[in-house]
T-cell receptor
Framework: GESVGLHLPTLSVQEGDNSIINCAYS??????FIWYKQESGKGPQFIID?????DKRQGQRVTVLLNKTVKHLSLQIAATQPGDSAVYFC???????????FGAGTRLFVKA | DAGVIQSPRHEVTEMGQEVTLRCKPI?????LFWYRQTMMRGLELLIY????????DSGMPEDRFSAKMPNASFSTLKIQPSEPRDSAVYFC????????????FGQGTRLTVV
């Protein structure tokens, strides 16, 4: 089915520590994956993306890992800051990249 | 660019009334998406357009929901008649397929149907 990350865990980390947010997807045909960050009262904001022909992609303080064998995505945030507190969604693009399906999200709390 | 602009930001209406949500996509973007977000169901794709043409409306929950895109700079999502279970935050997003496939979201419209 078209489901991505149906669980909604909460992750609490200390400021300065690294965070790892995990996501499972179910559609083997998906070829493009995106991580979004949503702060309270705002719309989702793009963080980083990865195509299915890649295993890893790095951005500024963030890294996305893709394991197609077990259909698993992870988002790593280095040196987590209070401003990183938000809900993080993984999403997959189905059908050529235009229909984006979002997972349930993970809430990240950063303790100062 | 000011980003994707949605109006109103908040809407409170009585059950049975018609509700119209509005969206102005980012100039030059040829894809427009309408999403609904609730605690129970998360973010759900309702419908998306390409070059003002509806491509996939399989996410529209019922015939009470309709969406239009009369031109490249404006789209509406209408609910008629509205019901309390329609209460949610509705997001509009746009993207430019030629540059990338990330979607840029508006601030959303929080709809409350009482």
């Amino acid at each position: 089915g078209e489901s991505v990350g149906l669980h909604l865990p909460t992750l609490s980390v200390q400021e300065g520590d690294n965070s790892i947010i995990n996501c499972a997807y179910s559609n083997s045909a998906s070829d493009y994956f995106i991580w979004y960050k949503q702060e309270s009262g705002k719309g989702p904001q793009f963080i980083i993306d990865i195509r299915s022909n890649m295993d890893k992609r790095q951005g500024q303080r963030v890294t996305v890992l893709l394991n197609k064998t077990v259909k698993h995505l992870s988002l790593q945030i280095a040196a987590t800051q209070p401003g990183d507190s938000a809900v993080y969604f993984c999403a997959e693009n189905i059908g050529g990249g235009f229909k984006t399906i979002f997972g349930a999200g993970t809430r990240l709390f950063v303790k100062a | 660019d000011a980003g994707v602009i949605q109006s109103p930001r908040h809407e409170v209406t009585e059950m049975g009334q018609e509700v119209t949500l509005r969206c102005k996509p980012i100039s030059g973007h040829d894809y427009l998406f309408w999403y609904r977000q609730t605690m129970m169901r998360g973010l759900e794709l309702l419908i998306y357009f390409n070059n003002n043409v509806p491509i996939d409306d399989s996410g529209m929950p019922e015939d009470r929901f309709s969406a239009k895109m009369p031109n490249a700079s404006f789209s509406t999502l209408k609910i008629q008649p509205s019901e309390p279970r329609d209460s949610a935050v509705y997001f509009c997003a746009s993207s430019d397929r030629m540059l990338n496939t990330e979607a840029f979201f508006g601030q959303g419209t929080r709809l409350t149907v009482v």
